[in-house]
């Protein structure tokens, strides 16, 4: 089975539940479901059209702000950026705007506009994504080359630790997740695309884009 982030084939089952199975990629050390197994997109925005996240939701403002409070100090006034997967209740992008940042929103599902894809931003967020990601192998390199040098990619998504922790892991529940990220993941990542990683906390990070 291919990785679908590094399309490298050295994999290995690492665990199966009652619902589906699980993949450890042995060069990238992403955990995915086999893509036999992913929900098609008409199922996959089903679940998505549950979600109720709204900027007028306190606890979801508390949430995004683990990721938008340090953005905003490592940031330029003129700083412009993008949220790539805003959802249907777009909130971080008001959040920056009431901070002075203006930002565009991108989704595939709620505000598809490939035009945005085409420009360059000082930062990009992506809060709750990678982990629905099915092909991170093209996303993330799109992603990484909108940034301008000494861009931020802020991301949040939960990180896996152990093969224990993931068998009782209630992140891997949800059927829309399918990529599960290790923090030796996003070096990874940062050693192919000359990013340096910045932890936050558990599930929040920044890739750095180094300067010309």
Known sequence: ????????????????????????????DLVFVPKQQLLSPEQEKSQYDLHQ?????????????????????????????LDFGCGPGPTISIMMSEAGFS?????????????????SYDFIT????????HHPSEVIPLLINMLKP??????????????????????????????????RTFEWLAAQWDLSVEIISADTLFLIKHEA
């Open 150 to 183: 000494g861009g931020i990619l802020g991301i949040m998504t939960k990180r896996w630790v152990d093969k224990e922790a993931f068998s009782r892991w209630h992140y891997k529940n949800d059927p829309t997740h399918v990529c599960f990220y290790s923090e």
């Open 53 to 81: 996240n709204s900027p007028a939701d306190i606890g979801y403002r508390q949430f995004l702000s683990r990721l938008v409070e340090p953005l905003k100090g490592r940031l330029s006034a003129t700083a412009k950026g």
């Open 126 to 133: 992506s809060t709750e994504v990678f982990e629905h990601l």
């Open 1 to 28: 089975m291919t990785c679908p982030l590094c399309l490298n084939h050295q994999t290995l089952h690492f665990h199966t539940d009652k619902q589906r199975d699980y993949l450890q990629c042995q060069v990238c």
């Open 103 to 119: 930002m565009d929103n991108y989704d595939p599902f709620y505000a598809n506009h490939p035009d945005l894809l085409e420009r």
